[in-house]
């Protein structure tokens, strides 16, 4: 496997860091891990397309690497401006692959900035983190969005004793991760703390914002994406019931695949048919 390098750059007054791949005379892509993972769980992947793209993976702000936001500005919509300027510097128009939370902030960014993407594929990333219940800002939206992150300046980190044990945490989670490959994820999603180990990102991520785009408005989103798209669900995802295959409907040129065996990391359950299936997209989207 390739040897990555690990780079920082500047956006919004925060450091953030991307491990670089190499090859940087072949097409850009970047892959945007999910929320509370980082760019080290794209290794397999960003291998298997490194010999033919100058793959990047960055580390979202909040995770991994990257600083934290000071007052937990974590929304979609506050996320853009950070892959607009890695976008930048790795040149464009790029090819983006995405998971789950970072695939809505890239469906956000194709959508509002679309002579920058050649191609999206997206795992899992067109739910809204908005609550159903509420569709519309509202006094009630407000007080249980204020509850939620309040609840979280209450420290609540669990320490582990060992890597190892923060791996077998990540193997219970995901119990479908090839074994071999569970070390190599714990060993970049945790960081030394007194007493053992903690998660790199910042709890705050669960909180997201209370302004992010709404489950009515995210087809206004896609419809504005002019790039072939490609979108992969989980036929067992636990996100089942806020996103489905028929969204694809709403882009203008999209096709979706519902992946069996697989769930909510269907790049980790069925890392052979993702990259089978984005290496023939790619061809056909000669991008």
């Not at 290794?43 to 991994?64: K, N, Q």
């Amino acid at each position: 496997m390739a040897t990555p390098e690990q780079h920082f750059f500047e956006s919004q007054r925060l450091r953030l860091s991307y491990w670089d791949w190499g090859n940087p005379t072949a097409p850009p892509m970047v892959l945007i891990h999910g929320g509370r993972d980082h760019s080290r769980a794209w290794d397999r992947i960003a291998a298997a397309f490194c010999d033919s793209y100058h793959v990047v993976t960055p580390d979202l702000r909040g995770h991994g690497d990257s600083d934290w936001a000071v007052g937990s500005q974590y929304g979609v919509t506050d996320l853009v401006p950070d892959l607009l300027r890695l976008l930048e510097i790795v040149g464009t128009p790029v090819v983006v692959m995405a998971h789950s939370y970072g695939g809505q902030v890239a469906t956000m960014t194709a959508a509002t900035y679309p002579d920058m993407v050649s191609a999206l594929i997206s795992i899992e990333g067109t739910a809204s983190n908005q609550p159903p219940a509420f569709p519309r800002m509202s006094p009630e939206w407000v007080r249980t969005w204020v509850g939620r992150v309040r609840e979280f300046e209450v420290p609540s980190a669990r320490v582990y004793k060992t890597v190892e044990e923060a791996a077998a945490r990540i193997a219970e989670a995901n119990p479908r991760l090839p074994a071999d490959f569970v070390p190599d994820i714990a060993r970049y999603a945790v960081k030394p703390v007194e007493g053992g180990y903690v998660w790199k990102f910042d709890n705050w991520v669960h909180g997201r914002t209370s302004m992010d785009i709404r489950t009515d408005e995210r087809e206004a989103f896609w419809g504005a994406i002019p790039c072939p798209v490609l979108l992969f669900y989980g036929e067992l995802s636990h996100m089942a019931h806020r996103q489905s295959v028929a969204d694809a409907e709403h882009f203008k040129n999209a096709r979706a695949i519902l992946v069996p065996e697989a769930a909510h990391w269907v790049h980790h359950d069925r890392p052979d048919l993702v990259i089978s299936e984005t290496r023939a997209f790619l061809v056909s989207a000669k991008a």
